[in-house]
C-alpha cells in the first residue's frame, strides 16, 4: 500500500510498466468534469472510473481485494478515510473471491486507517485489502485498474 500526492508520483513509476501512463492521465485530464463511469485508457490492461458515493461509517465499511488489478485511487473532493489491512490476515471472508468481478469482501477490521483528502492517493495492491469510501459526506475520486501481471 502506498499513500502520498500526485506531486510525488514519479517515485513509483518505476513500480510497473503502466504506472507512468496512470499517472500521466491522472495529470494530464479534467478529472473532476469526467462522467460517472468507467473510461477505457489502454484496453482492459489500465482503466478509469469516476464516481461520487456517499460516505459511510467505518462499521459499515467492509474490506475488499482484487486479484486481478491495481487500485490506484485519488480523491478529488471530501476526505476518504480507507481501512487498509494485508490479505494474508484476512480470515473471515463475507463470500468467495469472484473472479467475474474481480473482488473479494472480509468482515474483518481493517488494521489501520487512511485519512486521504482531495490530491491525495492510495495505491492498493493484490496484497492489500482496503475499505474505501468512510467519509461524512460525499467523496468523489477516480480510481485507475491497472492489470496486476
Not at 22 to 34: P, Q, V
Not at 36 to 54: D, K, N, V, Y
Amino acid at each position: 500500500m502506498i499513500f502520498d500526492t500526485l506531486f510525488n508520483a514519479d517515485r513509483y513509476a518505476a513500480l510497473h510498466p503502466l504506472f507512468p501512463r496512470a499517472f500521466e492521465f491522472l495529470r494530464g485530464t479534467d478529472l473532476k468534469a469526467l462522467a460517472p463511469g468507467r473510461h477505457p485508457i489502454q484496453g482492459e490492461s489500465l482503466f478509469a472510473i469516476a464516481e461520487t458515493a456517499p460516505g459511510r461509517s467505518r462499521e459499515e465499511a467492509k474490506l475488499e481485494c482484487h486479484q486481478k488489478y491495481i487500485d490506484i485511487q485519488l480523491v478529488l473532493e471530501g476526505r476518504d478515510e480507507m481501512g487498509w489491512k494485508p490479505v494474508r490476515d484476512c480470515h473471515e471472508p463475507l463470500a468467495d473471491y469472484s473472479a467475474v468481478k474481480d473482488i473479494q469482501f472480509f468482515r474483518d477490521a481493517p488494521a489501520s486507517w487512511i485519512a486521504t483528502p482531495p490530491g491525495a492517493f492510495c495505491i492498493f495492491f493484490p496484497e492489500d485489502a482496503h475499505a474505501p469510501l468512510v467519509s461524512e459526506g460525499a467523496v468523489q475520486k477516480v480510481i485507475l485498474k491497472i492489470a496486476a501481471a
